[in-house]
């Protein structure tokens, strides 16, 4: 059986070079069909039933992958799997490999080439992805064999560049062709879920080169990669599944195409383990003082006026005071700031998180009543105030960035908002951002004056360089204060940019949604955070966007300086932060109509 298939082999190299035909034996040597054969007849020998862990073991292939990513893949219902093609059979047999570990319904699309190998058929579903005179994938049986197994719930894996990964000078790299639209207009029919795949890895300079020199060669080459993968890793990462109904009616085939191998292109960025600051960086940190003494803290609380008492919610409540005013109250505040920043590579080093502007600011807290702690708060900086008694300089957003006078002649009255935090304990309570936020709200409407807040608004340091430029690249295309970008200037603006024009362009052109970039963001992440809460807050209340800056005294964070005007948030949206009443006021005092977005 061996002896037949070697024949079959020369005679395929021999047709294929033509007019060389008689250098078939040594290039038959050359591009190892030989060595493949052996590895088939062993595949064949060993008679094992999983086929492709067989395989992957007689071909002496390694793979690996984070724990997160079988998490990802569906366990049951339809799904396409979009894998990437940078090996050629090497790919198909890791990525079974892998899927089979979660879906045993998994079938595989390839060409009728695979179709010779002895044992595969039963995991192979046919097409002729090289054929003109046919459709992307093949002919209509292996069409109409897709979308059956598909609308029975099972699952397939597809390389949708139909052949493998070649160096372009365009790009520079070796990278799949286009991607054909005819996967997603499967999966759309059969209402299936789509997982991006990506394979790292690349083939051979001689491989990429003798491609230039004809196509053939390339695919005679694919052989002599295959027995060259031998004790290699290749390292496998999954995105999270899209569900077809994610894929928006205003996205055609070839565009949900384009936004989906972007998913997938951009896992080979993915950090499998969080960017914490090594201990170089952290040796200068001051040790963080000891608590302070929740009596004294309640005792100032409680000196303060009635009125400054803004919301009660059961056991919290929400206080308002000048940051002068309580001085226990205002170390504990900086002690908690400190240790909250610190926990995402965030904080000033210093033993607690106070500056001057906190003597003249307002400080917004939560207090949990029944526990005698603080929850969280806010720093709160009246334009109004600050400016004729400070100047500029009194903004703490002016050590950020460079400010034309008349930005603040267009801002005043307006609310610098900054400093936010919840304490570790209380984060994953639904109520506490919420609760903070009614605590503004109550403020806005006892101050109706300030219908503009602004402030910096920070993508940690513990995002990759990856995540934050799909972030800044969505907001700077997407929502930008035109008006006001150009009075503003960024004292340590970014720079590096770690995405491609190619990348940029498809993400401007197909994820104009604040949720498919936070799915983008989530692919890259290793713990699978997506863009951050609060800036996707700011964003729910339509705030826009001026600058941005990176904060070496805070730990190199990212800022956007934001702006929010909330006589053009969503009255609903007011309503649960400001009351129904409240709204009404607010509104009355600056004669506007309330806004309708909410569906």
């Given amino acids: 059986m061996t002896n037949s298939r070697r024949g079959a082999n020369e005679q395929n190299l021999r047709n294929a070079l033509g007019p060389l035909g008689w250098a078939t034996p040594v290039l038959d040597n050359f591009f190892n069909s030989r060595q493949f054969d052996d590895f088939l007849h062993r595949v064949l020998a060993a008679g094992r039933s999983d086929f492709f862990a067989s395989a992957k073991e007689q071909a002496q292939l390694s793979s690996t992958w984070h724990d997160s990513c079988l998490a990802r893949i569906p366990r049951e219902g339809p799904l396409v799997v979009m894998a990437n093609h940078p090996h050629g059979l090497a790919d198909g047999i890791v990525a079974m490999d892998f899927l089979l570990r979660v879906r045993s319904d998994i079938l595989v699309v390839g060409n009728r080439w695979l179709a010779q190998i002895p044992g595969i058929r039963p995991w192979l579903i046919e097409v002729n992805p090289f054929n003109p005179d046919q459709a992307d994938f093949g002919n209509l049986a292996g069409t109409r064999r897709i979308l059956s197994h598909l ?46 795949l990506h394979i790292e890895g690349s083939n051979s300079t001689i491989f990429h080169s003798l491609g230039y020199i004809h196509s053939k060669l390339r695919t005679l080459m694919l052989l002599r990669e295959f027995n060259a993968k031998k004790g290699k890793v290749i390292r496998l990462r999954a995105a999270k599944a899209v569900h077809h109904t994610q894929l928006e009616d205003h996205l055609d085939d070839e565009e949900a195409t384009s936004f989906l191998r972007l998913r997938c292109d951009l896992l080979h960025k ?39 008492l803004l919301l009660t919610s059961g056991d919290f409540k929400i206080y308002r005071f000048l940051g002068s005013e309580l001085p226990h109250t205002m170390k504990e505040i900086g002690r908690l700031r400190e240790i909250t920043f610190r926990a995402v590579s965030e904080g000033t080093g210093l033993d607690c998180d106070r500056d001057a502007f906190d003597d003249w600011y307002d400080q917004l807290i939560l207090w949990d009543d029944k526990e005698s702690k603080i929850v969280g708060g806010y720093r709160l ?41 919840i304490r570790e304990e209380y984060q994953r309570k639904p109520t506490s951002l919420p609760l903070l936020w009614r605590g503004i709200g109550r403020y806005v409407v006892r101050f109706p004056q300030y219908h503009l807040l602004f402030g910096p608004v920070s993508i940690n340091p513990e995002y990759g360089q990856a995540s934050k430029d799909l972030i800044l690249s969505y907001l700077k295309h997407n929502r930008t204060a035109e008006d006001l970008a150009p009075l503003v200037r960024a004292k340590n603006p970014p720079r590096s940019m770690s995405l491609r024009d190619a990348d940029l362009e498809v993400l401007q052109r197909c994820a104009f949604d604040l949720e498919h970039v936070s799915g983008l963001v989530s692919d890259l992440e290793h713990d699978a955070k997506a863009v951050p809460v609060l800036l996707k807050h700011y964003l729910k209340l339509n705030g826009r966007l001026i600058a941005f800056n990176v904060d070496q005294g805070f730990g190199g964070c990212l800022d956007g300086l934001i702006v929010v005007d909330l006589t053009q948030t969503d009255s609903k949206l007011l309503s649960a932060y400001m009351g129904e009443e409240g709204v009404k006021q607010f509104l009355a005092h600056h004669d506007v109509d309330p806004v309708v977005t909410s569906k």
Avoid: C
């Fill in 381 to 421: 900086g009246p334009t109004d105030r600050i400016l004729p008694q400070k100047g500029k300089h009194g903004m703490y957003t002016a050590t950020l960035f460079d400010f034309k006078g008349e930005f603040f002649r267009r801002m005043d009255p307006a609310l610098e908002m900054g400093r936010s935090f």
């Fill in 151 to 196: 609308k029975a719930g099972g699952a397939i894996l597809t390389f949708p560049s139909g052949e493998v990964s070649s160096f372009t000078f365009g790009a520079m790299k070796a990278q799949d062709p286009v991607w054909s639209p005819q996967v997603v207009r499967m999966a759309r029919i059969a209402k299936a879920a789509i997982l991006p």
């Fill in 270 to 308: 993915r950090k499998d383990e969080p960017a914490k600051k090594t201990a170089k960086e952290t040796s200068h940190w001051a040790p963080i003082i000891p608590p302070i003494n929740p009596k004294l803290i309640r005792a100032e609380l409680e000196s303060l006026p009635v009125e400054d």
